[in-house]
């Protein structure tokens, strides 16, 4: 979370804007087409402050809750 509130200049962000970021971060990384260069700094942050790929946090982001 701190992660996308910092990515987005928002000082809160709620669980589903956070798992549509991630979930749309990891469609975007899926396809074909070039990465953009943000895209890459913010899937490299946060595979540092998870220690897990983007697509493995899109997964585990089902399942968060939503309090």
């Known amino acids: ?3 996308l509130r910092f990515r ?3 000082p ?3 669980i589903q804007d956070a798992h549509d970021a ?3 971060l990891a469609v975007r990384l899926r ?4 990465p953009r260069d943000d895209d ?3 899937e490299e942050t946060l595979r540092k402050a998870t ?3 983007v697509a493995e946090l899109a997964h585990v982001a089902e399942h ?3 309090a």
């Open 64 to 66: 968060w809750p939503n």
């Open 8 to 10: 987005y200049s928002r």
């Open 51 to 53: 220690g897990v790929s």
């Open 1 to 3: 979370m701190r992660v």
């Open 31 to 34: 396809t074909g087409d070039p």
């Open 22 to 24: 991630v979930k749309g």
């Open 40 to 42: 890459l700094v913010l």
């Open 12 to 14: 809160s962000l709620s």
